[in-house]
């Protein structure tokens, strides 16, 4: 099993042009979840779905839509990249959710000039 | 936010030694879990343990939940060299609409020498 795997691992965009990072899992897990880590301030949940067609807004979701078409894709779009969206973006997934521990793919790392 | 604190954001210590992580949360909790992060990588989770616990062990890893302080701590005994990571605690909110989402404190670095 490859766990959970993003798309691509690194990332330049000028302001303004727009991406889709891609988040896969071959766990059959329920819920997944977009975090994003800066310096010093640990990660902060995005937005995150509980199955196949929901999705719901975390902590920060603003600039950033999400999709879950397909049980194991879990897509974060940015329509207008901003300097302030330069992170690392981290996609996870659990079973079921409340007891689960979450499985964290590898990260992307994004730049915004 | 209930964003976390952990305590030190920093610790170095020798081979061998034992390694204490600190956390302090701010609402109520189903659970805290804790994980580790090694350089440019992805968080892998260690260990966690429910509101209704106090102590858990899993290997060299001893996890204690006061829920009354609002605040965990781990300890990694005869810590090696690579254990050198960042560890994080992460709370799940007690609740019905939680779904899991974790909210993570800022992390510990600890450098472990040979």
């Known amino acids: 099993n490859a766990g959970v795997t993003q798309t691509p691992k690194f990332r330049v965009l000028k302001t303004g042009q727009s991406m889709t990072l891609l988040c896969a899992q071959d766990m059959n897990h329920e819920y997944m979840y977009w975090y994003r880590q800066d310096p010093g301030m640990g990660l902060r949940l995005i937005h995150y779905s509980v199955g196949e067609g929901t999705t719901a807004k975390g902590e920060v979701p603003d600039g950033y839509n999400v999709s879950r078409l397909k049980k194991q894709n879990f897509l974060l779009g940015l329509e207008s990249a901003a300097p302030s969206q330069t992170s690392v973006y981290f996609c996870?997934?659990?079973?079921?959710?409340?007891?689960?521990?979450?499985?964290f793919g590898p990260g992307t790392r994004l730049t915004v000039l | 936010s209930q964003q976390g604190e952990e305590d030190p954001q920093a610790l170095s210590i020798q081979e061998g030694e034992n390694a204490t992580m600190n956390c302090s949360y701010k609402?109520?909790?189903?659970?805290l879990q804790w994980y580790r992060q090694n350089s440019g990588r992805g968080l892998v989770h260690l260990i966690l343990?429910?509101?209704?616990?106090r102590e858990k062990h899993s290997g060299r890893l001893r996890v204690t939940l006061d829920t009354s302080k609002k605040s965990s701590s781990l300890l990694i005994t005869a810590s090696r060299a690579a254990d050198t990571a960042s560890y994080f605690c992460a709370t799940v909110e007690a609740g019905g609409t939680s779904y899991g989402k974790l909210t993570f404190g800022q992390g510990t670095i600890l450098t472990v020498h040979p």
């Open positions: 609402t109520s909790i189903n659970n």
């Open positions: 996870a997934s659990s079973y079921l959710g409340y007891y689960n521990e979450q499985f």
């Open positions: 343990i429910r509101s209704n616990e």
